[in-house]
């Protein structure tokens, strides 16, 4: 028997407490309680990757309403990568980023993913100094696009530049991502959507 497949606390709270804030409309909050997160108690220790699916599914509808899914998704993942960063464990990550780099960074992903949840698995093919295919047993989404979204942001916050995550053979629940970047330029300022020459950024589905 397969064990349950368990999401841990500080990833839900990364991106419903952090990189949401208060900014949860009323019905929004009610429909992830409803689904079983309280926004106004302590968090649980874990909650059930069909749970954490359906706070995803909640928080798309909700935020990006009208937005395409796999737009919504994409930005999901942004957004809790950036707010996974600011969490004691991220933190801890982030700082080894910077240091070792978005290729080893990406080479050494799976800790980061089974820091937050319990059944993450990741292989990583190397195909050049600044791309590689990375595979996941488990995208945690309705869609690939929100582990696309979270790993082109981890990619720029370890120092990645036009960063590229292109999901490929999804299939509801496996995907492998081609992941390309290229050297940030002496000088420049990361903002996560802009090149070296001041133009827009590759396109990418964001709401």
């Given at each position: 028997?397969?064990?349950?497949k ?6 839900v ?37 069909k ?8 928080a ?7 937005v ?28 080894v ?6 290729r080893?960074?990406?080479l ?20 050049g ?20 979204g ?58």
């Amino acid at each position: 028997m397969n064990p349950e497949k368990l999401v841990h606390a500080q990833t839900v709270e990364a991106l419903f407490v952090r990189a949401f804030e208060n900014r949860l409309t009323p019905a929004c909050r009610e429909a992830l309680r409803k689904a079983g997160l309280n926004l106004d108690h302590k968090l649980e220790r874990s909650y059930s990757l069909k749970q954490w699916k359906d706070f995803l599914r909640i928080a798309a509808a909700h935020v990006y309403g009208g937005v395409p899914a796999e737009a919504a998704y994409y930005s999901l993942g942004e957004r809790f990568m950036d707010a996974w960063f600011g969490t004691f464990v991220g933190r801890a990550l982030l700082s080894v980023a910077k240091l070792a780099g978005p290729r080893r960074m990406l080479l050494h992903a799976g800790h980061g993913f089974r820091a937050g949840n319990t059944f993450s698995e990741v292989t990583v093919v190397e195909r050049g100094p600044t791309s590689l295919e990375l595979g996941m047993n488990d995208v945690l989404a309705d869609q690939p696009t929100f582990a696309a979204g979270l790993l082109a942001r981890a990619v720029e916050l370890a120092g990645g530049w036009r960063v590229v995550a292109i999901p490929e053979g999804f299939d509801g629940t496996m995907c492998t991502f081609h992941i390309r970047w290229a050297e940030a330029p002496a000088g420049a300022t990361l903002n996560g959507n802009a090149t070296a020459d001041g133009q827009a950024a590759d396109s990418r589905p964001r709401a």
